[in-house]
C-alpha cells in the first residue's frame, strides 16, 4: 500500500474519488521535516544522537510514516462516516483530521450536495390501459450522513429503486391524458411518496420532473389526428367569431348611413376615389350613383363635355 498516493485510499462509493494533491503534498513535507531532524540528531556532535543509536532514529520514522498514512481530508460538501472497531465512532469533517491508528476506518465519505439522479419504467400501462414508457429525474439530498450510512446498504440505488417504483404506482393509477396534461400533479405526488420513504434515511427528496413521455407509435398518429381536428375546429371557430364582429360592425354602419344621407355619399365618393387611386382602367358604377354625380358634377364631367362641344363647333 502506498500512503504518499495522492488519491484518497477509501472506496467511497457515494462519491468520484479525484486526487488530492494537498494531502499527498502535506504527508510528504511532514516526512521530510521528520528525516531531516533526525539526520541533524545524529549528524551533529553533542545532541541525543551519542544516547541513541541509528535503529532509534529508525522507528521514530516508522512512527510518523504510519501516523502520517492518518492524516484525512474531505472537502467543504463532504462529510466522513468513522467506525472505531467496527462500530460507529463521529462524523468528520470538513477539512483536516486526525484517525487513531489501527482501531478507526473511514466507512464512506458522504456528499451533502443537492444531487440529480435519472431513472425511467419501461413498459407500463396507465390507467386507461395505454402501455408508455416514462423518464424523469430526482432532486435529492443528504441530511443525515450518520443514517443514510448505517441504516440503508446503498442509499443511492435505494432512492432511485423508490422513485422508479412510485413511478410505476402513478402510472397506473392516472389516465394518459392526465400525463399529458397535468404532469405536474403527477411529479408531486411520487415527490410526496418518495420522500416518506427517504426521510427515515435522513434523505429529503427535493423535486421529482417527468422529462419524456415516450407512446406507442399508432397512439402518436392518433393523438396527432386528433390534435390537428381540435386545431381546425379552433380555427373555424375563430372565424365564424370575427364574421360574427364583422356583421355587428357593419350593422352600426348602415344605422350610421342609413340617419345621415351626407356621410353616406361620403362613403361611395371615398370608394371611388380609392378605386382611381389604385389605376383600375375600368370602374363598375351603379347607375344611381353616376346619374347623381352628373347632376351635382362632382367630376367636372358636364364642363368637359361643354368644352369638347365649343371645340366642334369653331372647327
Known amino acids: 500500500m502506498n500512503f504518499l498516493s495522492p488519491q484518497t485510499m477509501v472506496k467511497n462509493t457515494s462519491t468520484k ?3 488530492d494533491y494537498s494531502l499527498f503534498l502535506l504527508r510528504l513535507i511532514i ?3 521528520t528525516a531531516a531532524v533526525i539526520m541533524f540528531i545524529y549528524a551533529v556532535p553533542g545532541t541525543l544522537g551519542e544516547l541513541a543509536d541509528m535503529r532509534t532514529g529508525i522507528a521514530v520514522f516508522t512512527v510518523v510514516l504510519i501516523l502520517v498514512f492518518y492524516i484525512r481530508k474531505t472537502d467543504e460538501w463532504e462529510r466522513a462516516i468513522v467506525l472505531r472497531f467496527g462500530k460507529f465512532r463521529r462524523i468528520r469533517g ?3 483530521f486526525f484517525l487513531l491508528p489501527v482501531a478507526d476506518r473511514i466507512a464512506q465519505i458522504v456528499d451533502m450536495r443537492i444531487r440529480v439522479s435519472d431513472f425511467s419504467t419501461q413498459k407500463t400501462l396507465t390507467g386507461d390501459s395505454v402501455t408508455v414508457d416514462v423518464d424523469a429525474i430526482c432532486f435529492w439530498l443528504v441530511w443525515d450522513p450518520q443514517k443514510a450510512v448505517l441504516e440503508v446498504e446503498n442509499y443511492v440505488d435505494a432512492v432511485l429503486l423508490s422513485s422508479k417504483t412510485a413511478l410505476r404506482n402513478s402510472i397506473s393509477s392516472h389516465d394518459l391524458s392526465t400525463f399529458l396534461e397535468r404532469s405536474d400533479i403527477i411529479e408531486k405526488q411520487i415527490q410526496e411518496e418518495v420522500d416518506r420513504k427517504t426521510t427515515e434515511w435522513g434523505i429529503t427528496v427535493l423535486h ?3 422529462t419524456d413521455i415516450q407512446l ?6 392518433s393523438l396527432s389526428r386528433k390534435a390537428q381536428a381540435e386545431r381546425e375546429k379552433m380555427g373555424r371557430i375563430l372565424l365564424a367569431e370575427a364574421e ?10 348602415i344605422s350610421i348611413y342609413a340617419k ?4 353616406m355619399k361620403l362613403k361611395i365618393l371615398t370608394i371611388l376615389n380609392e378605386g382611381l387611386k389604385a389605376g383600375n382602367s375600368m370602374m363598375l358604377v351603379p347607375n ?12 367636372g364631367l358636364t364642363a368637359l363635355n361643354e368644352l369638347k362641344k365649343q371645340k366642334g363647333e369653331n372647327k
Open 17 to 19: 474519488i479525484k486526487p
Open 31 to 33: 516526512l521530510i521535516i
Open 94 to 96: 470538513p477539512g483536516l
Open 208 to 210: 421529482i420532473e417527468i
Open 216 to 221: 406507442p407509435e399508432a397512439l402518436q398518429d
Open 244 to 253: 360574427i364582429e364583422i356583421a355587428k360592425k357593419l350593422e352600426e354602419a
Open 260 to 263: 345621415n344621407e351626407g356621410a
Open 288 to 299: 344611381t350613383i353616376t346619374e347623381e354625380l352628373k347632376t351635382k358634377d362632382i367630376f
